[in-house]
């Protein structure tokens, strides 16, 4: 069996290999067997001129450590009559975690694969798509309309709503500008949340478009005197 130094990430990737190769418990390793085989390898690195880094020469050290080690009788500590520690013990927890680091490393790839499959659109300023031409009023801009409508439901949802409807109609923009208008041509002028009394998302929406479709056509004027103040909707003045 042939092996080249770049197959492996490590001297601890090498040993994973050799112990699963040889169908070896990983917590019960033949050192005798494997240091062998490890040694072996590094030998066929020599003959083929490919140079072996340190890491793998000081791993090789401290395997024929742990096989002196095993080779020499059980020794018994008379103060506390145990045995010593497995010579093994320091190399298997060693290649524990480095095998647990490499299955989490082929995890992390896998979803890294993933997500290359995955397009994300990069964030726009909303700006560029504000129409400069479409003024609300004279003196209230598109932010001051949308901070008021933000306003509005923060304060929806700190209480229940006054009137609930349930309906399987869909509600249009269409439909809430007709609305808008009956009520604009009873009352002349409103405030800008008495046109929301349902507190339901498709309503809302549908409604606050209609708002801002009917201001940009000049069929709705809006106003707010100074800051804070209520807004006011009114029918524009046609001349």
Known sequence: MQFKINDFEGPL?????????????????????????????????????????SEYIVMASELIEIKS?????????ENTDEEEIDPREELVNRLLEYQAYKEITKVLK???ELRKEIYTKSPEN???????????????????LVEAFKRYLDRKKESKPLKTKVTTN???????????????????????FELFPVLNKEYIVATFLAILEMAKNKELKITQHKNFD???CEVRDEK
Do not use: C, G
């Not at 190769?21 to 019960?28: V, Y």
């Not at 080690?69 to 500590?77: I, R, V």
């Not at 909303?126 to 001051?144: P, Q």
């Open 126 to 144: 909303i700006k560029n798509y504000v129409d400069e031409s479409a003024t609300l009023s004279s003196n209230i801009t598109l932010d001051d």
């Open 13 to 53: 990737d090498l040993l994973l290999h050799l112990i699963k190769e040889n169908k070896m418990d990983i917590m019960n390793i033949e050192i005798e067997h494997i240091t062998e085989q490890y040694i072996s390898y590094l030998n066929e690195q020599e003959k083929m001129n490919l140079e072996i880094a």
């Open 110 to 112: 896998e979803k890294e």
């Open 69 to 77: 080690k095993l080779l020499l009788p059980n020794q018994k500590d």
């Open 230 to 232: 209520d807004i006011i």
């Open 170 to 192: 869909e509600i249009s923009v269409s439909s809430r500008r007709l609305e808008i208008k009956s009520i604009l041509k009873t009352k002349s002028k409103v405030s800008f």
